[in-house]
C-alpha cells in the first residue's frame, strides 16, 4: 500500500556531467551552467517525489589529453547517465573564447531545441534531457554525429593556453602590456629580460 510513496526512498540515480573549457569568460560555458543550475533547482521537488538522487559533476577540461580521455569534442557538453543531451553535432565561432588563448578561432557549441539554435543550453531543454531519462519516455540513445578525435580548434585553444600560461610565468610583464609595448618585429628583443631585475619593455 505504500508503493506510490517513493519519496520515502531513493530508488534511481542519475548522473549529470558538465565538462567546459572555461567559467571565467566563455559566455557560452557560463551561460550554460547558471541554466544547468537553474533547470535542476526546478525539478528538484519532481525528482524527489520520483525517488531519484542527482549526481552533478564539473569538470574543467585543461589540455588536448583530458580532452581525448573524456571524449569531450565542443564545449560545453552536458551529459545524463552518460549520454550528451545534444542530439544535433552544431557549433560557431565563439569570441569570447579566443580571448582566453590567442591562438586562433575557437568554436563553440550551439545547441538546438525545438527547431531553434541557442548559444547556450536553454533550461527547458536540459529539463527535458532530465526528466526523459527519468521517465524513459524517450531515451537519449541516438546520439549526435561527432569528431572521432578531438577537434583542430580544440588543439589550438588548449595550446594557446599552455603557451600563455607559460609566458605568464616566465616573463614580469602581463600578456595585454607585452601586447602594446613595441613593435611585433622589436618583441623578442624588447621582452626579454635585459636584467635581473625588470623586462626589457620597462
Not at 517513493?6 to 572555461?22: A, H, S, T
Not at 569528431?147 to 580544440?154: F, M, T
Not at 616566465?170 to 618585429?185: G, H, L, R, V
Amino acid at each position: 500500500m505504500e508503493n506510490h510513496e517513493m519519496d520515502q526512498g531513493v530508488i534511481r540515480k542519475i548522473d549529470i556531467e558538465f565538462l567546459y573549457i572555461d567559467l571565467t569568460v566563455c559566455t557560452r560555458c557560463i551561460g550554460t551552467d547558471v541554466n544547468l543550475r537553474a533547470a535542476l533547482s526546478e525539478v528538484s521537488q519532481i525528482l524527489k517525489t520520483a525517488g531519484v538522487e542527482v549526481s552533478l559533476r564539473k569538470t574543467l577540461v585543461e589540455s588536448e589529453e583530458q580532452a581525448e580521455a573524456l571524449g569531450f569534442f565542443s564545449s560545453p557538453t552536458i551529459r545524463v547517465n552518460g549520454k550528451d543531451i545534444a542530439l544535433e553535432f552544431r557549433e560557431s565561432r565563439c569570441a569570447s573564447c579566443e580571448t582566453c588563448a590567442c591562438n586562433g578561432a575557437v568554436h563553440c557549441r550551439v545547441w538546438v531545441f525545438q527547431g531553434r539554435e541557442y548559444t547556450e543550453a536553454p533550461k527547458a531543454m536540459i529539463i527535458d534531457a532530465i526528466l526523459r531519462e527519468v521517465y524513459r519516455s524517450e531515451s537519449l540513445q541516438e546520439r549526435p554525429v561527432r569528431p572521432h578525435e578531438v577537434p583542430e580548434n580544440l588543439r589550438r585553444f588548449f595550446a594557446g593556453k599552455a603557451a600563455l600560461a607559460a609566458v605568464n610565468e616566465t616573463s614580469c610583464c602581463p600578456p595585454t602590456e607585452q601586447t602594446a609595448c613595441c613593435e611585433p618585429s622589436e618583441k623578442a628583443e624588447c621582452c626579454e629580460a635585459s636584467d635581473p631585475i625588470s623586462c626589457g619593455c620597462r
